[in-house]
């Protein structure tokens, strides 16, 4: 596909499908998503199965503090609202938004992998080690895997944006930027379902 | 190809009939448990039977009719499909499969139910790497290896494991269930015949996988009751055996006791021995001579690789003779 | 990086960097075959073993280690390869299309393969190979001594990553590359079993990930989940295996279907009988494949309400897949069949299948599955399906395609030996095995006592294994004795009906000069007797993009390779080693990442030459 930078005004309205190479790129990656998404549930079902196995070190009810929790959850809705004004910089041309827009969800998306860092840090002076029993260890690995996922992401969309710093809006980046914003509201999502099925439900449930 | 298949329902005739031991096959079943999973096995193999001859007639007619003879070249007739046909062979399948899902939903209720009515007998069997403990919580007592049952009784057993994985499965008595660590399972059987009837461990669990074979032995009810009542006794008060055996006994308690119980005393690492002489087998499945169970004694890993049991290769042999002596004199039936 | 200089590069640098689809196939072709060579000596070691009751060949630790290993290759290393290297190289053909949607990643998902292939077998030189069964049932495989499982684990994250990549490259092609005309519907049936065959691995792996995961987080990493002792549940692996491991079956067999519906129909000379009833059975096996995962735990303690809701659910499969027996029965009804080797074996899968399909409905039959499980008669029934069905599937396939692959087609004599040889060895090793199961002989035992009834039918079924040896030795011999029987032609069988037929041997590196117009299924049949016999073309002739090779997957997935050893001796302190790995793969992620990888064009008058 070409090379060169492609004027702005002649760009697609969609420039992530215009190519052949963006429509596969958009369409794996949705396929990508769907195995990520059984990938999760396993890591849920496991986690539903031993979070009762708490043995005699502290469970759900010990150690969750809601309040930590909301704002993470808070913090991680709002990058997904920001990546989404990325986008629709995208759309309009904008590639200075786009990229401001995009560092934005980068820095909330560090934001709340310093708080999760600390949030499984207090845990540990809990007396919740990953070893401890059956519910830690599916627990630091549900949430682990996910935080893993968003350490992930952050390092992507930061190759991004240095990477295309200077280039401006191609039929080459488009479609990087867009499966990566994809992405990013993947993990929000699977964030949303932590949210409810770990921590609504140790601390109601 | 051709002759094989030809020859295919003789065998099957054959082999269902002829083959097997009357005390270890599925396909001679010996208490109504096995009974019921056998006409379950027998129905599905009419089905399929069926199934197979049909399709086999189908595809013969098909080789020999519209194979290509020489010289022919013509172009068949590109047949696009049928909706008749695809709804009848869509159907008949539905139907036969309804034939044998009823009766089988029927009995795996049936097989789960656990009725502890007036007579009926709960025994655990606890599976170790690689031996069998069959705990008597009515008699309180333990058996190791040989699960005595009365005949015409029903037989609730309750599965459980202490470190893998393993299966209890007596072929000719009921299919199997598994003895999961950290669960309770259970099954029942029930044995009209007095007999013998060998069992298996049927879940891979180690190199001596193999040799972790138990028996399961019918007996009449009163014999149980006896048998029950002189498990929990140590027997042999002194001069009840020979002194030789007595020294042996020593040798036991000082080697052995830890591990092994007789009776209501000693440690349960090991089988249970208070009935060793009556074993016909030994570790699970060597015959029953001195001179295996000193092989066994003196080096374990190389007759059950992976057990548990320590070697006692420098025992003396005045000592292991005596060690031997009293193990065989263990009877509890006599 | 132009097209002059590509071809100045050595011969070995040119496969290792290759992201042509159809060397990737060929690859995958080789390296499955390898394994399969390597799983059928294993079978061959444990036969010899099982031979007389109580023999001494093998000691029990080692048979544990050679079943372990034979199931592990065979599913993972062997079959899936194969059948990936048919898909690599045939299903872009079949559609029409130039090359796969990422050809890039089609060849980082074959490195993947390989090294995790490979780390697998390092094992058997480093103090044991993995010997908790393909299965790896916890805590059997969690407490395992050794490092044999942890080689089973990581090998396999490594492969089940590059199969993964498979799969989506497989999805996306087949629904974003297909060539004007060549609609849904008119995609030949091998193309519709890779598409849903790919569905299956996109849904179904990641549960073994996970599986894998736990598992070596367990082992390494001292986690608890599978620890009675501290809260944890020996279940919660089982679940996760089986979920990915019954559409793994289906993974297997449902390309093995679309290769028969291919042979069937060109070598009788018919339209597959009911095309979209054909589509419409693989897409429900498809789709019930992952409702019935726990009809391999009806022994473990689920209760009898799942017990009957997993056995009926089970049962349901039998009605798919007995339309498509007699779909394929009807397909040759009528026709003019042609017995080459390639048809032998597709001829012989439809009995050999049905025996094993009926023995699946009988194991679905939960009450009588206490009996079943766990014995020889479920190591009959899955043997006659996958080797029935997949392995009768993948030699007919080569047979079949040997031709468009490797320009000669494989000695008909030598292939009829190497048939009839195969299919008497293995009706005689695994038809006896259900009665041993059924006469007390459970599965996975280094050996068994004499005097029980077990001694007849254990020689005969060794002395199958020989022959099923044997056999194949004589198809090894024949690939090299064949290679004078040279071919050109576009279309060598002479009833090709599909697209992979029409383009010159050997095939260009660009497929097709000028992009097919597909006017009906089974497009070149159609234009055979409705048309002209050529395709019409859908473009005018020009230049042609090609992708870059490149050496990044072969470096991605080594540093994977390295990591894995840094994991698996992460206690005698190889940290450092497992990060230098994942640095190299990430390194090299990077690298793919901020280097924009255009292409380069084959230009016209190339493309004109290499048409004549």
């Not at chain 1, 704002?71 to 990546?83: E, H």
């Amino acid at each position: 596909m070409a090379d060169q930078t492609v004027n702005q005004h002649t760009l697609p309205p969609n420039p992530e499908k215009a190519t052949l190479e963006g429509r596969n790129k958009f369409l794996g990656f949705w396929f990508f998503l769907g195995g990520e998404t059984v990938l999760f549930a396993s890591l849920f079902g496991t986690y539903l199965g031993l979070r009762g196995g708490v043995v005699s070190g502290p469970g759900p009810d010990d150690l969750f503090h809601l309040p930590l929790v909301f704002i993470m959850t808070m913090i991680l809705l709002t990058s997904s609202l920001t990546s989404v004004f990325a986008i629709i910089s995208m759309k309009r041309g904008n590639y200075k938004g786009l990229l401001v827009w995009m560092w934005v969800t980068v820095a909330l998306g560090l934001a709340f992998l310093g708080l999760e860092i600390y949030e499984f840090y207090e845990y540990y002076h809990y007396g919740l080690g990953f070893t401890t029993s059956a519910f830690a260890s599916s627990f630091y690995t549900l949430v682990g895997t996910h935080g893993a996922h968003v350490a992930f992401g952050i390092g992507w969309i930061v190759t991004l944006l240095i990477r295309y710093r200077k280039t401006g809006l191609t039929l080459t980046n488009a479609p990087k930027f867009y499966v990566a914003v994809l992405y990013w509201h993947f993990i929000d999502v699977v964030w949303v379902f932590i949210f409810s099925v770990v921590y609504l439900m140790g601390y109601g449930g | 190809m051709k002759y094989l298949w030809r020859l295919l329902p003789f065998t099957f005739i054959l082999l269902i009939v002829g083959c097997g031991q009357q005390n270890l096959s599925a396909l001679d079943p010996q208490g109504p448990v096995a009974d019921m999973q056998f006409s379950l096995i027998r129905l599905s193999l009419y089905i399929m039977i069926f199934v197979i001859v049909v399709v086999f007639a189908l595809y013969l007619i098909v080789l020999f009719k519209f194979r290509e003879r020489p010289g022919d070249t013509h172009i068949p007739k590109q047949v696009h499909g049928n909706k008749a046909l695809e709804v009848i062979w869509t159907t008949i399948p539905i139907i036969l499969l309804l034939i044998l899902a009823i009766p089988n939903v029927m009995a795996t209720f049936e097989l789960a139910e656990i009725d502890d009515s007036e007579g009926a007998i709960t025994i655990r069997a606890h599976a170790h790497l690689f031996w069998w403990e069959f705990e008597y919580p009515d008699h309180d007592i333990i058996a190791g290896q040989e699960m005595y049952i009365p005949t015409n009784t029903r037989i609730n057993i309750e599965l459980e494991s202490s470190d893998v994985i393993h299966a209890f499965w007596v072929p000719a008595l009921a299919g199997k269930q598994d003895n999961v660590p950290g669960i309770t399972n259970t099954m029942w059987l029930e044995a009209p015949n007095e007999g013998v009837y060998l069992g298996k461990c049927a879940e891979l669990c180690g190199p001596a996988h193999w040799q972790m074979d138990f028996k399961v032995i019918a007996v009449d009810p009163d014999t149980f009751e006896t048998w029950a009542a002189n498990m929990a006794e140590v027997p042999y008060e002194e001069g009840e055996i020979t002194e030789y055996a007595v020294e042996g006994r020593a040798i036991f308690e000082a080697n052995c006791l830890s591990c092994h119980a007789i009776g209501n005393e000693g440690g349960n690492f090991g089988p249970n021995l208070t009935n060793f002489g009556e074993r016909t087998v030994y570790a699970g499945y060597m015959e029953a001579t001195d001179e295996n169970l000193e092989n066994f004694i003196r080096d374990p890993q190389e007759w059950k690789p992976g057990n548990n049991m320590p070697a006692f290769s420098d025992m003396p042999q005045e000592d292991m003779d005596a060690l031997i002596e009293y193990l065989k004199s263990l009877k509890v039936l006599d | 990086m132009s097209n002059a200089k590509a071809q100045s590069k050595s011969v070995l640098w040119d496969w290792l960097t290759t992201v042509d689809h159809k060397k990737i196939g060929i690859m995958y072709l080789v390296a499955g075959a390898f394994f399969f060579a390597l799983g059928g000596l294993e079978a061959i070691l444990m036969r010899i073993q099982l031979m007389f009751p109580e023999f001494s060949f093998v000691p029990a630790q080692t048979f544990n280690e050679l079943l372990t290993m034979h199931g592990t290759t065979m599913i993972f290393l062997a079959a899936m390869p194969l059948l990936f290297g048919f898909m690599n190289y045939i299903v872009p053909l079949q559609i029409g299309a130039r090359d796969v949607a990422f050809p890039f990643l089609n060849a980082l998902g074959f490195w993947l393969f390989l090294f995790g292939g490979i780390l697998l077998n390092v094992s058997w030189f480093v103090g044991g190979a993995p010997d908790a069964g393909w299965t790896a049932y916890v805590p059997l495989s969690s407490e395992s001594p050794g490092t044999g499982v942890d080689y089973y684990v990581l090998g396999l994250q490594v492969s089940g990553a590059g199969t993964l990549i498979g799969g989506i490259n497989f999805l996306v092609t087949i629904i974003n590359m297909r060539a004007p005309g060549m609609s849904m519907m008119r995609m030949p049936l091998f193309t519709w079993s890779t598409f849903v065959a790919s569905m299956l691995i996109l849904f179904a792996f990641p549960a073994l990930t996970i599986g894998l995961l736990l598992l070596m987080l367990e082992r390494i990493f001292g986690a608890t989940y599978f620890a009675v002792d501290f809260g944890g549940n020996v279940i919660i692996w089982q679940h996760l295996f089986w979920i990915f491991g019954h559409p793994e079956v289906y993974i297997l067999i449902l390309p093995a279907f679309g290769i028969f519906s291919e042979i069937l129909s060109a070598f009788s000379k018919k339209r597959l009988f009911g095309y979209s009833a054909m589509v419409f059975a693989t897409l429900i096996i498809g789709f019930l494949g992952f409702m019935v995962w726990a009809h391999h735990m009806f022994t473990v303690g689920m209760g009898p309400v799942a017990n009957s809701i997993f056995a009926v659910a089970t049962m349901a499969i039998a009605v798919p897949t007995g339309i498509k027996i007699f779909n394929w029965l009807l397909t040759l009804w009528g026709g003019r069949i042609q017995f080459t080797t390639a048809n032998l074996f597709a001829l012989a899968f439809i009995p050999s299948f049905t025996m094993g399909g009926v023995t699946g409905v009988m194991l679905a039959t939960s009450a009588a599955n206490y009996q079943f499980h766990d014995t020889y008669f479920v190591v009959a029934h899955f043997h006659y399906v996958i080797i029935g069905g997949v392995v009768l599937g993948l030699f007919a396939g080569a047979y079949y395609w040997w031709p468009r692959i490797f320009g000669y087609k494989l000695d008909e004599t030598l292939g009829k030996w190497f048939f009839w040889l195969f299919l008497i060895g293995f009706h005689l090793t695994f038809f006896v095995q259900h009665f041993l199961g059924l006469i007390g002989m459970p599965r996975r035992v280094a050996s068994y006592l004499g005097g029980q009834g077990l001694d007849t039918m254990n020689f005969i079924s060794t002395i199958g294994a020989f022959l099923m040896g044997i056999a194949f030795i004589i198809f090894v011999v024949s690939i090299f004795t064949s290679m004078k029987n040279k071919v050109t032609d576009a279309d060598p069988w002479g009833n090709g009906r599909t697209l992979e037929w029409t383009m010159p041997i050997p095939t260009p590196e660009y497929n097709f000069a000028q992009t097919p117009l597909v006017r009906d299924v089974d497009a070149l049949w159609y234009e055979k007797y409705e048309g002209d016999g050529k395709m019409k073309a859908a473009e005018p002739l020009g230049d042609i993009h090609m992708p870059n090779g490149s050496i990044l997957p072969f470096i991605m997935s080594l540093g994977l390779f390295i990591s894995s050893f840094g994991f698996i001796y992460y206690h005698e302190g190889f940290l450092w080693l497992a990060i230098l790995g994942l640095v190299i793969n990430f390194g090299a992620m990077f690298v793919r990442s901020i280097k924009e990888d255009h292409g380069y064009h084959i230009p016209k008058e190339e493309v004109i030459k290499g048409g004549k």
